[in-house]
T-cell receptor
Framework: KNEVEQSPQNLTAQEGEFITINCSYS?????LHWLQQHPGGGIVSLFM???GKKKHGRLIATINIQEKHSSLHITASHPRDSAVYIC???????????FGAGTRLTVKP | DTEVTQTPKHLVMGMTNKKSLKCEQH?????MYWYKQKAKKPPELMFV???????INESVPSRFSPECPNSSLLNLHLHALQPEDSALYLC?????????????FGPGTRLTVT
């Protein structure tokens, strides 16, 4: 079983819809990261969080440490949000990211 | 400046060639990373440098040779690669090597081995 599980694997939405991507992890972590990767492109860090909730524009990330679960929400989705969203966790030892498989989001106009 | 740059953007090389990938950051970060990403898969960690010293080598074949000549620069030297090494190679950096620091990624080098 992968240390980081994401769902769904693929998601298609209509423009304007509210989107939720889920991430579960199996061991204690230092932080959880949400990353965005556009086709053929590099990776952009959206959020790093270790507790509570963070908001940036139309994106909201939450984490429940007790449940070992995080969600990424996109409000008023737009076609430019189409990308792969990757959940990753980091530990102090070893000090590298462990990635989920990613969620491929397509937002149709 | 929160940018990690990578050159070249694309590279095609034969199995007998020697080439190098370059990564640069000017954020004062002291941890730098090489990742390999195959299509539709998450990145896989290859190497981590901390304060210019190799800290993690994820059992990468010796045909990949990393180098960190200074705190801003990270190279990946390639020699005698196989077609299955074709992938997107991503560089990243973080302030220090610790779990609570954000990693900043470069745009990647798309490598094709023929």
């Amino acid at each position: 079983k992968n240390e980081v599980e994401q769902s769904p694997q693929n998601l298609t939405a209509q423009e304007g819809e509210f989107i939720t991507i889920n991430c579960s992890y199996s061991v204690g972590i230092s932080a959880l990261h949400w990353l965005q990767q556009h086709p053929g492109g590099g990776i952009v860090s959206l959020f790093m969080l270790s507790s509570g909730k963070k908001k940036h524009g139309r994106l909201i990330a939450t984490i429940n440490i007790q449940e070992k679960h995080s969600s990424l929400h996109i409000t008023a989705s737009h076609p430019r949000d189409s990308a792969v969203y990757i959940c990753a966790v980091s530990h102090d030892v070893p000090r590298n990211l462990r990635f989920g498989a990613g969620t491929r989001l397509t937002v149709k106009p | 400046d929160t940018e990690v740059t990578q050159t070249p953007k694309h590279l095609v090389m034969g199995m007998t060639n020697k080439k190098s990938l370059k990564c640069e950051q000017h954020m004062g970060h002291r941890a730098m990373y090489w990742y390999k990403q195959k299509a539709k898969k998450p990145p896989e960690l290859m190497f981590v440098y901390s304060y210019e010293k190799l800290s993690i080598n994820e059992s990468v074949p010796s045909r990949f040779s990393p180098e960190c000549p200074n705190s801003s620069l990270l190279n990946l030297h390639l020699h005698a690669l196989q077609p299955e090494d074709s992938a997107l190679y991503l560089c990243a950096s973080s302030q220090v090597l610790a779990g609570t620091y954000e990693q900043y990624f470069g745009p990647g080098t798309r490598l094709t081995v023929t």
